[in-house]
């Protein structure tokens, strides 16, 4: 078979020819399920004189690699069978760095303003043109404080080949929490999670492919930044307990 981008299939045909010989030649052909899968000849392999009978097997690949398996026929009237070997290679971009999690990185960015730099490299199969392309399409910030970063460097609709890459820069800026006077604190963590959606795992260019993922992680603010009403709620309070106890050392 063709190599095959993970996420796609390929198709091949089984030919039986007869080529002399005035009687049918019957038989049986197996079917297959999993990576290769088709369904054989359920009602029986039928070969009329100077015939030929086609059946269709598809090729499946889950990962990149190599990938296997026998396909049994027998021939009655010919007392002939055996196996028949499929065998096909599954192709396709990969990133270096993604764990089976799509993780593809973590970022420590502590309390203060910094960037940290990293680049996204495709380290698939070579040789395959687009079937080992990485397309980068879009990218999405969420989490508490995610209005906090900006990433820079993105194109959308990058194509990346096989061993090129794309460099990018995150800056995490808590300058707005800082004038507004909310106190930052390294005790606890808030985390950011950063989505690159691609193609990988589905047709070049398709947009329901395995996304990138990156945790951002940075020091959680005292008040809670997911819910900014809460957090004036709180202050208010506190405020209005400073004026409280005032009264009561007047008394």
Do not use: C
């Not at 049918?24 to 369904?39: H, I, K, P, R, Y």
């Not at 009329?48 to 296997?68: D, H, I, L, M, W």
């Not at 040789?127 to 399409?137: I, K, M, N, R, V």
């Not at 070049?204 to 492919?209: N, W």
């Amino acid at each position: 078979m063709n190599p095959t981008r993970v996420g796609t299939s390929s198709v091949a045909i089984v030919s039986f020819t007869r080529e002399s010989g005035d009687i049918d030649v019957t038989g049986t052909l197996a079917a297959l399920s999993g990576v290769f899968s088709g369904e054989g000849a359920p009602g029986g392999l039928r070969i009329g004189s100077n015939g030929q009978a086609e059946f269709t097997y598809v090729f499946k690949p889950p990962a990149r690699g190599t990938f296997s398996d026998n396909l049994a026929f027998s021939l009655t009237e010919l007392g002939a069978g055996g196996f028949i070997e499929m065998k096909g290679v599954g192709v396709g971009p990969a990133v270096a760095g993604l764990g089976p999690d799509g993780v593809a990185g973590t970022f420590d960015f502590g309390t203060t303003k910094k960037t940290i730099s990293f680049s996204i490299t495709n380290v698939g199969d070579e040789g395959y043109g687009d079937l080992s392309a990485l397309t980068l399409f879009d990218f999405a910030l969420t989490g508490p404080g995610a209005e906090l970063f900006t990433l820079t460097g993105f194109e959308p609709g990058k194509v990346l080949g096989v061993g090129e890459s794309l460099g990018l820069q995150l800056t995490f800026d808590p300058a707005t929490l800082s004038a507004l006077g909310i106190p930052l604190s390294s005790d606890l963590l808030e985390q950011v999670l950063l989505s690159i959606t691609t193609d990988m795992g589905t047709e070049f260019g398709g947009r329901d492919g395995q996304a990138l993922l990156y945790r951002l992680n940075w020091g959680h603010i005292i008040g809670a930044i997911a819910e900014p009403a809460v957090a004036g709620i709180l202050l208010t309070a506190i405020a209005g307990l400073a004026i409280l106890r005032r009264r009561r050392l007047r008394r």
